[in-house]
């Protein structure tokens, strides 16, 4: 799958001529969002292109698209034309989708060329206060002593849920999805302790935090975040597979030309690389990246097969 993707990377970058670039870009760029305004996506997105569009000269707006778990606004950019006048700026759900939906509209790997990844986000484990225990160790012995072992809410396909099968894989632990449509609702009902648990990206957690309805007992990232200093990671707990993080980033449609490309990646690292914007995604509990096409390419590949993989031993299926 590698191979074929950087070969439909190699021909978008290849079979133009630099012509193509030349004036690149004469008018405003629309950036679709396929989620809704304040999302996680949402977020990222508005803080790169509010940077964006001083540095390619341009107005850069953004246009949320939600519907289907991303896959409306997603397929929307896939159609667009390949000029680099419409792009998508979407998060790692893009590359687990086609393991959650069957009769995908398109592929989300060969459909798309990466422009360039802006953020890494851990996910932190959230129990309710009401469950007691205050470290991980003493939530895996409360886990199993539940007759019918652990609830927990996540929204299917996301970086949450894959953390939940990763930390049920290495633990052992009987855990029971409470699949939610709503973010919202979700955390709203782990505050309540109708679900005992699930697993939130830090930039989405310090809200529920504030409350000290819920608690943090372990990060998903290799490193403490400066976020939560006294929340350790899975790996110092002796669960180093348990790493899934969530991840935001740009694409184009297959077939943008290499040049139209380059020019808003090297945009793109340069806003990343921004002291002000490094300092808002860690504010959000994330870590800023900004990559090259190639560098993103192999990125997306690997986690596409790496959690693709791992539904498949969890035994689910696209529906």
Known sequence: MLKKIVSIIGLSLGMFGGSHA???????????VPFSVGGNVDIVARLVNQKLDAEIG????????????????THHAAKARPDG???????????????????????????FVPISQITNVPMVLLVSSAVPAATLKEFLEWGRQQP????????LG??????????????????????????????????????PMMFDALLAASSSLGTGRVRALAVTSAQRSPMLP????FAELGYPNVNAETWHGYWAPKGTPSEV???????MIKIAAMPDVRKRIVELGGQPVGSTPEEFAT????????????LERAGVKPE
């Open 22 to 32: 030349d004036g690149y870009p004469d008018r405003p760029l629309t950036v679709i």
């Open 58 to 73: 341009q107005p850069v707006i953004t246009q949320n698209m939600p519907g289907a778990s991303g896959i409306i606004g």
């Open 85 to 111: 006048y419409t792009i998508l700026a979407n998060s790692s759900i893009h590359v687990i989708s086609p393991s959650m939906k069957a009769n995908m509209p398109y592929d989300p790997l060969a459909d």
């Open 148 to 155: 019918h072992g652990v609830d927990y809410a996540t929204y």
């Open 158 to 195: 996301s970086a949450g849920h894959l953390a939940g099968e990763l930390l049920k894989e290495e633990t052992g632990l009987t855990m029971t999805v409470v699949a939610y449509k709503s973010g919202a609702s979700m955390v709203s009902d782990v505050m309540g302790n109708q679900v």
């Open 230 to 233: 006294d929340v350790p990671t």
């Open 261 to 267: 490309v380059g020019v808003l990646s090297k945009a």
């Open 299 to 310: 990125f997306v590949v690997a986690e596409h097969d790496r959690w693709k993989a791992l």
